[in-house]
């Protein structure tokens, strides 16, 4: 256990933000899987549900919830089922 008073407060934040990031990766999880629910069903709004999940991607790889990179791949490997299904 921390005895420094910053490093307190450094773990704290710390457990603030991984909550806060563990919310975003399992609603970027979410939202990819319906998206590819959607685009396998052929589902009358999966365009809509694909650019939610390219979105929320996005987002969360510029607020460093998860790393660019990986955003970018899972980004483009929705886009390719998306490709491959229309």
């Known amino acids: 256990m921390a005895n420094i008073k910053s490093q307190i407060k450094r773990n704290r934040q710390n457990e603030r933000r991984r909550v806060r990031n563990k919310v975003g990766r399992s609603e970027l999880k979410t939202r990819v899987k319906r998206a590819v629910e959607g685009l396998d069903g052929s589902a009358d709004d999966a365009v809509e549900?694909?650019?939610?999940?390219?979105?929320?991607?996005?987002?969360a790889?510029?607020?460093?919830?998860?790393?660019?990179?990986?955003?970018?791949?899972?980004?483009?490997?929705?886009?390719?089922?998306?490709?491959?299904?229309?």
Do not use: I, P
């Not at 549900?49 to 987002?59: D, F, P, T």
């Not at 790889?61 to 229309?86: D, E, I, P």
């Open 49 to 59: 549900r694909v650019r939610s999940a390219q979105k929320r991607l996005a987002k």
């Open 61 to 86: 790889g510029a607020k460093g919830v998860v790393h660019k990179n990986q955003a970018a791949r899972r980004t483009s490997r929705l886009m390719k089922r998306a490709a491959k299904q229309g």
